[in-house]
């Protein structure tokens, strides 16, 4: 961000070097606060921020974002998701405004607990009871620790290209050299015991059904088998007969089946990705959509499951806290969302769903008629551009391209953000105009990299 117009790199494309010097003229604002921030951040809340030319966001209304300097985006960041029928939503601000009249962190519970945890039970038949925590990587970190607490066994089994948090048990992933039916795993960065991905971790091949021969060659052993019934790294919706497969499989060995619906849950569907495809697991984790765009995470579940977090039935009780868990704020922003959402599903869902797949549909037109090696993959409202003209079957084939930030520099040029994570969302705010100028600012991006000689 300390970069200016005069150290541009020369070897850039014409049109790289005209967008970046517009960048930098017109956000000088947002240029100081890097300048402040530097000496003392270690690192600005997650990697997968980074942008390809740096911006702060002052304020946000429905589909758009607004930067210190006055600058308004379309927002397909979307909070990374939480965010599903736009920004400030109304309702939501509402219940915010009088809660914090009342006071804002108690620490003792209040009734609204009750309240956010019925209307998620009765979201799902999957769902007995409840626990509250604050971000998706709590909340399968409990989950983990109840599914061993309950079934007495060590190993927890996740899929090759998931997502599941932070924690150390969650940040292990598949090694790209082994064998893509039996995939090996490894820590993901430092500071993680090896004996995590070695001995406590199972690594499993996404759509493949050798993933049911590895469950029922180590049912023994294996707690728990997590999935993202829609991998964020790989969103597509044409997962119901493998997802069929494995709680079939899960069921017949008597290992739990937990899916991760910290993304898709209340967004795929009112139900997630439970309802979308009619099939349900034992464990769920839920985040970002339930809080309204406050921290939450949710552990929900089978009473025999959830019965970890009380110690009823007998069941061996796990330690699980937290000072925030259950925030006020948090509680009434998800009871205002949720209700919001419940109420409107017969026109939201269908309306992300048609608005996702045009988009993609667009998009990916363009690109066989240009001759253009990429294409759009998306599950609903959730969207990922993948920079390939091969077919894509599992995270293995999606890689990354060296002119991928190219891209998206000229897509923020064109006033249209997507996150450093490449992962794109789109809201019931983005109504079809705004939709129109998306389309046309992709477009017009993967032309600027052709007149540049980029593809």
């Known amino acids: ?39 003392s951040l270690a690192m600005e809340v997650v990697q997968t921020v980074d942008m390809p030319h740096q911006i702060y966001i002052d304020s946000a209304e429905g589909p758009y974002l607004t930067d210190l300097d006055g600058n308004q985006y379309i927002d397909l960041t979307c909070g990374f998701g939480p965010n599903v029928v736009g920004n400030r939503p109304k309702p939501v601000e509402k219940a915010l405004s009088s809660q914090i009249k009342k006071g804002w962190h108690f620490g003792i519970p209040g009734a609204e607990q009750a309240h956010l945890a019925e209307l998620i039970k009765d979201s799902s038949p999957a769902v007995d009871e409840v626990m509250f925590c604050n971000s998706g990587s709590e909340a399968t970190m409990f989950a983990f620790r109840a599914a ?20 150390d048990y969650a940040l292990v992933k598949a090694d790209h050299k082994s064998d893509r039916s039996t995939p090996t795993s490894s820590t993901l960065g430092a500071g993680i015991p090896e004996e995590i991905s070695r001995d406590l971790m199972m690594m499993l091949p996404n759509r493949d059904s050798n993933a049911y021969d ?48 910290v993304i898709t849950g209340f967004r795929i569907e009112y ?33 025999r499951v959830m019965n970890a977090f009380s110690g009823s039935d007998n069941t061996p009780p796990i330690f699980a806290g937290g000072t925030f868990n259950g925030h006020p704020l948090t509680m009434v922003s998800g009871i205002a969302i949720l209700k919001h959402l419940k109420k409107n599903q017969k026109e939201i869902y269908p309306y992300l769903h048609e608005q996702g797949d045009r988009i993609s549909t667009e998009i990916n037109k363009f690109c066989s008629s240009m001759n253009i090696p990429a294409q759009m993959m998306n599950a609903g409202s959730m969207m990922h551009l993948i920079f390939s003209g091969e077919k894509i079957e599992s995270a293995r084939d999606i890689g990354r391209s060296k002119i991928e930030k190219e891209f998206y520099l000229h897509l923020l040029g064109h006033n249209v953000i997507v996150p450093g994570i490449h992962l794109a969302f789109i809201t019931y705010a983005h109504k079809p105009d705004v939709i129109d100028e998306v389309i046309d600012a992709f477009k017009k991006s993967f032309q600027d990299l052709r007149e540049d000689g980029l593809i």
């Open 1 to 39: 961000m300390e970069q200016s117009a005069k150290t541009i790199d020369h070897e850039m494309g014409k049109n790289s070097q005209a967008v970046r010097k517009k960048l930098l003229n017109r956000t000088p604002k947002s240029e100081e606060a890097a300048r402040r921030g530097h000496p």
């Open 148 to 167: 061993r607490a309950v079934s007495g066994k060590r190993v927890i089994a996740m899929f090759d290209g998931s997502y599941h948090g932070i924690h």
């Open 214 to 261: 590895l469950i029922k060659q180590y049912k023994d052993d294996l707690a728990m088998v997590v999935i993202e019934p829609v991998q964020s790294s790989n969103p597509r919706l044409d997962n119901q007969e493998f997802l069929k497969g494995l709680r079939e499989v899960c069921t017949e060995c008597g290992v739990l089946l937990m899916f991760d619906e």
């Open 271 to 303: 139900g997630g990705c439970q309802e979308y495809y009619n099939i349900f697991p034992d464990v769920v984790t839920y985040g970002k959509a339930v809080g309204g765009g406050m921290p939450i995470g949710v552990v929900a579940g089978s009473k």
